[in-house]
């Protein structure tokens, strides 16, 4: 996992019987090169420093440091960088960071608070910080800060449209409510998109969608006791008959005490982005479809495009861009305001859980939780929370090949084994720059994260502790949007 692994007390006999500290040393600013070089390698030497899976800014190293008093500074691309978040001095060599590595029954010595420069902390100071980073300041905002960054935001989606969301060439996937659903599930599979509208030919007009929220509850449904669909009849259950099963199964019901399937939700092309992002966050759906006619009565409507979070916070990214002074929450490491989910802090309470997974457990309990939580996807941890990998809700579509949902019992599979079932697959929805697993750290900016989420197929990022990787929180693009527009 890390690049390399120094031993400070190396030719060093006198320090040969200390004992050593593994330290771990962090550049989270980017870059293409990234060496470390301190007091502890006789500045002779450059350690090279590892990026960080699914963080490509974020580059580590462990060193194994004697007690005592260390200097060191960062090599990226050539120049000599110190960090600014961390302690430093100013010296005839520069500016470079301090580390205090504590041994029995000692105390830092060996330097004054004179020689702390820019730093303007004590020595008491610098051994807090160095020990215990949750101790570090953090910046806060001020309400009128926010207030303002909200009221730019609200006014750029409030003149913009869905139009300005469509690509300048592309496909949309529309299927026709008559098709198996074991066939339109092949078909999203192969075509690597999560969802696709629906298309009543009788009525002349779109009326839903299928996603992976539905294959999931198909799926369940197979594996209950007295289920009235059988593996046999998913060959030839249309997606019309699914729709008014699902409505009978969520008793969803008109008038007349029948049973009718969920109202599409739609925007047009002319609708104001801020519409968009509250229509998709109100009706909990990862995308809604963008439809034109140019009939009064909405008779042979088009179908242009599916409009999503991403393609808003693309826009929102692309405009302030240049002006990033114009909202100062932009500039907020995510640790300082109230965005996604964390796991709690020894003492804190937690009104939102976050959901996790082991390798080994069932798919049925995978597929359970994500329909009770309500969450698009669960970070999958090993016993000692550091992440492995993610299960999200598009990954069951990797179940339509070779049949395989015919041929597994929920409870027999395990999540790792359905993780490795989709490796071979066609590059599904999710997977961006080849990883599928996209992280960030408690310290990164608002703008980094926003950056991130706005790729397309990105629809969440793990907050991860640097180095060990493990799991201190999630944010969704739906977390991001519940805070800039302030719901």
Known sequence: ?????LDSSRGNSAASGQLLTPTRFVWPYGGRRVFLSGSFTRWTEHVPLSPLEGCPTVFQVICNLTPGYHQYKFFVDGEWRHDEHQPFVSGNGGVVNTIFITGPDMVPTGFSPETLGRSNMDVDDVFVRTADSSQETIPRMSGADLEVSRHRISVLLSTRTAYELLPESGKVIALDVNLPV???FHILYEQGIPLAPLWDFGKGQFVGVLGPLDFILILRELGTHGSNLTEEELETHTIAAWKEGKAHISRQYDGSGRPYPRPLVQVG???NLKDVALKILQNKVAAVPVIYSSLQDGSYPQLLHLASLSGILKCICRYFRHSSSSLPILQQPICSIPLGTWVPRIGESSSKPLATLR?????????????QAEVSSIPVVDDNDSLIDI???????ALAKD????????DDMTVHQALQLGQDASPPYGI????????CLRSDSLVKVMERLANPGVRRLVIVEAGSKRVEGIISLSDVFQFLLGL
């Open 359 to 371: 390798p080994h457990a069932s798919l049925g309990s995978a597929l359970s939780l994500l329909v």
């Open 391 to 397: 299960y999200s809700r598009s990954d069951i579509t």
């Open 182 to 184: 074991k066939q339109a």
């Open 269 to 271: 092309p002319y609708d």
């Open 432 to 439: 961006f720059n080849g990883q599928r697993c996209h992280m």
């Open 403 to 410: 049949k395989a949902y015919a041929q597994i019992h929920l």
């Open 1 to 5: 996992m890390f690049g390399s692994t």
